[in-house]
């Protein structure tokens, strides 16, 4: 909780205005942000001296794994307030550990190939910038 609090008070202090290009990654299905995305909502008729409204950010410049935890549920809830291209693959070892059946059971659940393949490796290879190193 207190990572995804950190991350909603860095974005009402206004750092993503001062530094778009900014992004941050939260781990465990984003540490409760996209829990309290309903009030956070609310908060931008409050937050007037932000660019963009509060969700935005979070769409724009934060990205979630979901650090082993592989539920559907959770993918889905991630799902509706970000896109594919926001999400991680990930796993929290030694204390999450799926197996390949679990892992395989949860790529089924991505609605997509495309995004299967952002979700498994190519989010983190271009946020990481990991492509051809020479």
């Known amino acids: 909780m207190d990572a995804g609090l950190a991350a909603l008070r860095l974005i009402l202090r206004g750092t993503f205005d001062r530094h778009p290009g900014l992004q941050l ?35 724009t410049n934060i990205h979630i794994t979901c650090s082993g935890m592989l539920q559907e549920r959770l993918l889905r809830h991630t799902l509706d307030f970000t896109g594919a291209d926001r999400v991680l693959f990930s796993t929290d070892y030694p204390f999450h550990r799926p197996g390949a059946a679990a892992v395989e059971q949860f790529f089924d659940a991505v609605p997509s190939p495309a995004d299967r393949a952002r979700i498994a490796s190519g989010n983190a290879e271009a946020l990481f910038r990991l492509g051809d190193v020479r």
């Open 25 to 59: 990654v939260l781990g465990h299905w984003g540490e409760m942000l996209l829990f309290w995305m309903d009030r956070i909502k609310g908060l931008s008729h409050v937050a007037t001296h932000l660019e963009r409204r509060v969700s935005d950010y979070i769409r």
